[in-house]
């Protein structure tokens, strides 16, 4: 039997090598060991899919309950007004956002509701998922902006942003 040497990713599943007619009766023992692992990891991947979607629901709904929403808008009209102020009529010191993207208090909530959720998936598995769209969310960068991503999902203002930049373009035309 061959060994299988495609890589497994948390969001999709890549295989090759898997052309065979399923529905044959005459399938060799290795194309049917193919088609049980090619069926296994469409199933872990379509599992692993559902997680990242709860992930990130349960996420923008612990905000939501938080009120972070206001604080980092609040917090960017803050530093919009800190960095248009000249230097040396700044006034107290730079803001600092109160709202953290990945708070210990959500983490510990969170891995509950996840193993609550998922009891079929082991928690390595999860911890993966978890530390991959952790580092995605907390690390990516805006769009059209300095704010990382997270604060402009908070905000609403990734699709916003997007709109004027695009009816400037139009106008311009």
Known sequence: MRE???AIRID?????GVRFIAESNRLSEEAKAWHALH???????????RVSNFIWRYWVAWHTDQGSAAK?????????????????????????CEVQAWPKEFAAAFMRQLTIAFPSVNARPLGLAVQKLMGTGKNGRG?????????????????VRAQDVIAKAEKAI
């Open 12 to 16: 999709r599943c890549q295989l090759r």
């Open 143 to 159: 769009i059209l902006s300095a704010f990382p991503r997270w604060m402009q999902i908070l905000a609403d203002e990734v699709g």
């Open 4 to 6: 299988f040497k495609e």
């Open 72 to 96: 980092v808008i609040a917090y960017m009209n803050d530093l919009r007004k800190w960095n248009t102020t000249p230097e040396k009529e700044r006034v107290g010191t730079k803001p600092k």
């Open 39 to 49: 069926c296994r990891l469409l199933e872990v991947s379509r599992e692993m899919q």
